[in-house]
C-alpha cells in the first residue's frame, strides 16, 4: 500500500489517524449526540495543522491548547467543549443549506475548516496577524472560507452580515457585544462560552455555553471550564 500526501490540507491520505478516530469515538460520542455531517467533518480534518508544532504529537486530548507564545490569549478548545458548541452549527446546517458563519478569534483555522467542510460559507477574523497568516495558509483547500484581520474583534464583520451563526472561539469570554447581535439574521444566533467565575490565577474561567438568539432569547447549552479570551474580558452584559 502507497501513501501520499495532501499538502494543501496536510492530510495524509489513505492513511488512517487513529488518534482522530479514538477522539471522536472516546471523547465525543459518548457525551453528545453527533450529527453525521459533524462527525464526517471532525474525522476528515486533521488537528495537528492548526496547532503549534510543540503540541501536534498531543493535539487530540482534552485540553485547551495555547495557539503560540505562552501568556497569549487564544486557545484551540478542547474536543468537547468545541464538540458541544459546533453540534448546534451541525444542526442549524442540517435544515437550511448555504448558511453563513462568522468566527471571531478563530486562531489558526480548525474551527473554520470543520465549519466549512461541513458546508457553510465561513468567515473567520483575527487581530493577531501571525494567526491570521497561518489561517490563511491553512484553510487554502476550503474554497468557502474567508479569512480577515480585524483589530477590534468585537465589532464582528458588518460588511459581510448578516450571519445565521456568530461562534466567538478561542475562550471564554466576559460578554456578548451587544453590536454581534445587530449582524445576524432574524432567525441567527450566537454561540459563546459565557464566563461564571474565574478560577486558577483569572486564567481559567467556569463558564456556560450559550446560545443568544437574535430575538434575544438566550439558553444555556452546557458547563464547562476554559481559559479566557481577553479580547472579550469586559464586565458582563448579559445576566443569565
Known amino acids: 500500500m502507497s501513501f501520499h500526501f495532501d499538502y494543501e490540507k496536510s492530510v495524509p491520505v489513505g492513511l488512517p489517524d487513529h488518534a482522530l478516530d479514538n477522539m471522536i469515538a472516546r471523547q465525543l460520542q459518548p457525551h453528545i449526540m453527533m450529527p453525521p455531517i459533524?462527525?464526517?467533518?471532525?474525522?476528515?480534518?486533521?488537528?495537528?495543522?492548526?496547532?503549534?508544532?510543540?503540541?501536534?504529537?498531543?493535539?487530540?486530548?482534552?485540553?485547551?491548547?495555547?495557539?503560540?507564545?505562552?501568556?497569549?490569549?487564544?486557545?484551540?478548545?478542547?474536543?468537547?467543549?468545541?464538540g458541544r458548541l459546533l453540534q448546534r452549527v451541525a444542526l442549524k446546517t442540517d435544515q437550511q443549506q448555504e448558511s453563513k458563519i462568522l468566527i471571531l478569534a478563530g486562531g489558526k483555522g480548525y474551527s473554520t475548516a470543520l465549519t466549512s467542510e461541513m458546508g457553510l460559507i465561513s468567515y473567520l477574523v483575527e487581530n493577531q496577524s501571525d494567526l491570521s497568516q497561518e489561517a490563511s495558509q491553512n484553510l487554502k483547500a476550503y474554497p468557502n472560507a474567508q479569512v480577515y484581520q480585524?483589530?477590534?474583534?468585537?465589532?464582528?464583520?458588518?460588511?459581510?452580515?448578516?450571519?445565521?451563526?456568530?461562534?466567538?472561539?478561542?475562550?471564554?469570554?466576559?460578554?456578548?457585544?451587544?453590536?454581534?447581535?445587530?449582524?445576524?439574521?432574524?432567525?441567527?444566533?450566537?454561540?459563546?462560552?459565557?464566563?461564571?467565575?474565574?478560577?486558577?490565577?483569572?486564567?481559567?474561567?467556569?463558564?456556560?455555553?450559550?446560545?443568544?438568539?437574535?430575538?434575544?432569547?438566550?439558553?444555556?447549552?452546557?458547563d464547562g471550564f476554559a481559559p479566557m479570551n481577553q479580547d472579550f474580558n469586559k464586565p458582563v452584559t448579559f445576566d443569565l
Do not use: M
Not at 495537528?48 to 510543540?54: E, I, K, M, R, S
Not at 445565521?164 to 445576524?184: C, M, N
Open 150 to 222: 480585524r483589530t477590534d474583534l468585537t465589532a464582528g464583520l458588518p460588511e459581510h452580515s448578516p450571519f445565521d451563526i456568530i461562534f466567538i472561539d478561542g475562550g471564554a469570554v466576559s460578554e456578548i457585544p451587544p453590536e454581534l447581535i445587530k449582524q445576524l439574521k432574524e432567525n441567527g444566533f450566537i454561540l459563546a462560552l459565557l464566563k461564571r467565575s474565574l478560577v486558577e490565577a483569572e486564567k481559567i474561567a467556569l463558564c456556560w455555553g450559550v446560545k443568544l438568539w437574535a430575538n434575544g432569547t438566550k439558553e444555556i447549552l452546557f
Open 38 to 82: 459533524l462527525t464526517k467533518a471532525l474525522g476528515t480534518v486533521r488537528r495537528q495543522p492548526f496547532v503549534p508544532a510543540l503540541y501536534r504529537n498531543h493535539c487530540h486530548g482534552d485540553a485547551n491548547i495555547p495557539l503560540h507564545n505562552p501568556g497569549t490569549p487564544r486557545f484551540l478548545l478542547a474536543p468537547l467543549t468545541l
